[in-house]
């Protein structure tokens, strides 16, 4: 079994990764041969294990040559010459040529060798067979992310010694290596298009001509009938869009996420992505700093160089696990809508490959409520107790804030539990009164369709919270009273264009945040509604109660049975007025006088 990509069996049955260490890099890794047991004497087991360890072990090689980066350029120096004649085409296109035919010329022997492992024999054959395609696959799905992994950190070693064999000593070493690796990975991933139907087997059965030109005509049609990612996205966006009634804000955000994949994996028909490119994508994603793209360091490099400047620099840590997610998700969203709509054949090989957040614990550690004394020392902040002006409303004065959306939206994240464009957005005659109980009504009803129309998270979002009594002491009804019919309750937080109608309101309230001092990486404006729950919780506030507050789906088999309105406004009334923040002073804060109608 030694004949098999990296697999060694043992005289004792056990399987073995054995690959021998990269020259360049051994006096660094300590070892020339490195050994990892699989624990298995089954092959088929074996051979399922065997992708993660290869994974796992190169990417072990690519950190040691981006540890040693330095020293390994200073090693290979020696062959970076200052050409002075120019690479002509004559020249170019022989080398290419050779180095193409030097690569088939492996890749057939590799095929061959496997195939003469087996001898003959009927049924057995066969299915060792479809194994020795599934091996062949994950082979050239390894080689590929290796030869990538190896150009974007700039281990060259291997087309440094095609450089030296095809005597280009006179050309410039930069476009000749480059001209050598476009022309591996463009060899690799059409070798890799042989073995992207079903496990038949029969391809190894041929030399990599016959195949080619063997494969069925429906198959080769099939594969230009998918067109770029960049095309079917935008139809799948608008799709989804529709159906899921995203707001424009996610559907931008997702058209950049897909820019992001064609930058890192290049923008191909959708049925000709390979595991590798999405293994790639994964791997440099991790990679990348966050906000990469305003660092002056950075500027002009593409995504792949970036991750590998950051992983040879320690920058910073990669994305976490969660922005990853949301990328790979976006491609996931448009396989799986090219699957159903353009061909069924289509393998997803993106849903797999998507990291679980389990890895990195509950999502609610993501964010962290404000504790009493935080919210205390918000509470205390100049726009509560009286600023100097309008406009310099972070510094202490005498004038009320209490007409002003800085003043309220605040209350109401604390004590309703509302989103911060829910509570921006509000209008006069979204705050109402049923049976002497005076609510906010969350909802979507359009206005004039500019910038300043409601939009809602989700469907569940659409809800009506009664107003709590200390916001009624504090005069929120007669504040709202005093805003003219059919205007906005806040008209002083700006709200921004349809992708980013939050940009104005987290700036000026996450400023509030910083100059109370309580402005922390996991203390965002968004651990109000983080106190909220917590709140709901210590006053024994019922589970589903919190949910319709929160503007969250109902769970389990309450989404499925009783009324689609939910629970009615005295129910809900007597949940809201129940929270209690305990030990928070407000005794300070003037009610809102109307003597400054609007």
């Not at 159906?243 to 955000?253: D, L, M, N, V």
């Not at 209490?402 to 003043?407: H, V």
């Not at 504090?474 to 992708?499: K, N």
Request: proline share 4%; hydrophobic share 40%.
């Amino acid at each position: 079994m030694a004949d098999r990509y990296r697999l060694y069996r043992h005289p004792n049955g056990i399987y073995y990764h054995r690959v021998k260490v990269p020259a360049e890099i051994r006096s660094f890794y300590g070892k020339q041969i490195e050994q990892r047991s699989l624990r298995t004497r089954d092959l088929r087991t074996a051979l399922r294990l065997l992708s993660a360890v290869i994974v796992e072990v190169d990417h072990a090689f690519a950190l040691i040559r981006a540890k040693h980066f330095n020293q390994l350029v200073d090693a290979t120096s020696g062959w970076r010459r200052n050409p002075t004649i120019p690479v002509s085409s004559e020249m170019m296109l022989r080398a290419r040529d050779e180095f193409r035919c030097l690569l088939q010329s492996k890749e057939d022997d590799e095929r061959a060798l496997a195939l003469r492992a087996f001898g003959s024999g009927g049924a057995q054959r066969e299915e060792i067979i479809d194994t020795l395609f599934v091996e062949h696959r994950q082979r050239l799905e390894h080689r590929l992310a290796s030869v990538e992994r190896a150009y974007a950190v700039r281990d060259l070693s291997r087309w440094q010694r095609a450089y030296d064999h095809f005597d280009l000593a006179d050309a410039d070493p930069t476009a000749a290596i480059r001209m050598l690796y476009d022309c591996e990975r463009t060899m690799i991933t059409a070798w890799l298009r042989e073995f992207s139907g079903p496990c038949s087997g029969m391809s190894l059965r041929q030399s990599s001509s016959d195949v080619r030109s063997s494969k069925a005509p429906e198959a080769t049609a099939r594969e230009t009938e998918l067109p770029l990612l960049s095309v079917i996205a935008v139809e799948c966006f608008e799709s989804l869009a529709k159906s899921k009634g995203w707001s424009a804000k996610t559907q931008s955000t997702r058209a950049n996420q897909i820019k992001q994949v064609i930058a890192i994996c290049g923008d191909k028909p959708l049925n000709q992505y390979v595991q590798s490119d999405i293994r790639l994508l994964k791997s440099t994603l991790f990679a990348l700093p966050p906000q990469a793209h305003g660092r002056s360091e950075l500027k002009g490099l593409s995504k792949l160089e970036v991750a590998a400047r950051a992983k040879l620099n320690g920058l910073s840590k990669g994305l976490s696990v969660e922005s990853v997610r949301q990328v790979m998700t976006s491609i996931n969203l448009v396989f799986g809508w090219a699957r159903a709509e353009c061909d069924i054949n289509l393998k997803n090989i993106v849903q797999p490959m998507i990291p679980r957040l389990g890895s990195t614990g509950d999502r609610r550690d993501k964010r962290h409520g404000f504790s009493i004394h935080e919210l205390q020392k918000l509470f205390h902040s100049p726009v509560f107790t009286g600023v100097k002006s309008e406009r310099e409303w972070f510094v202490k004065g005498n004038v009320p804030m209490q007409a002003t959306g800085r003043f309220w939206v605040p209350f109401l994240s604390l004590y309703a539990g509302t989103r911060l464009m829910e509570t921006v957005q509000l209008l006069r005659d979204d705050v109402r009164s049923e049976d002497g109980i005076w609510f906010l009504d969350i909802n979507a009803d359009d206005t004039d369709g500019g910038f300043e129309s409601k939009t809602l998270k989700t469907i569940f979002a659409a809800r009506k919270i009664p107003i709590h009594a200390k916001l009624i002491e504090l005069g929120f009804v007669e504040f709202v009273q005093s805003v003219r019919p059919g205007h906005r309750l806040f008209p002083d937080i700006d709200i921004g264009p349809a992708s980013q109608r939050h940009r104005h309101a987290s700036k000026l309230f996450n400023r509030l945040l910083s100059m109370a001092g309580i402005k922390a990486q996991k203390k965002v404006w968004h651990s109000l509604r983080h106190s909220f729950e917590q709140a709901c919780r210590d006053s024994r506030v019922d589970s589903a109660i919190m949910d319709q507050l929160q503007g969250h789906s109902q769970k389990g088999m309450r989404g499925v049975y009783g009324d689609r309105e939910g629970y009615p406004l005295n129910v809900l009334q007597d949940g809201v007025n129940s929270i209690r923040y305990d030990g928070l002073d407000l005794s300070r804060i003037r009610a809102f006088s109307p003597g400054n109608p609007r």
